[in-house]
């Protein structure tokens, strides 16, 4: 985890020296690195609690757990970002009607 953050922390140093970079994926992931590391613990430790309960191998279990680890926590982080309090679905600014 800290050689994401060290990846992402060096990107943004890039981003101000090359000013037509791609901003926006590197934005999101240093917006989020924080939020999405700290819902994984509780995710992977639920997930985890459900998962071992079965009569699975273990490889399998520990390729499930991850799997389902990252796609909860990262949708966890993305749904409150895209949803307004009306539960309708939230626009960007400047994205078409």
Known sequence: MLASAAL????VRQDRREPGGDGGSRRWA???VLPVYML???VA???AAWIL???VAAGVQCVVLTALTVACSLALYELPRHASADGHARR???APA
């Open 8 to 11: 992402v922390t060096r990107d």
């Open 30 to 32: 240093r917006e989020g």
């Open 40 to 42: 994984h613990q509780t």
């Open 45 to 47: 430790v639920v997930l």
């Open 53 to 55: 309960s079965g009569p």
């Open 92 to 94: 960007e600014p400047g």
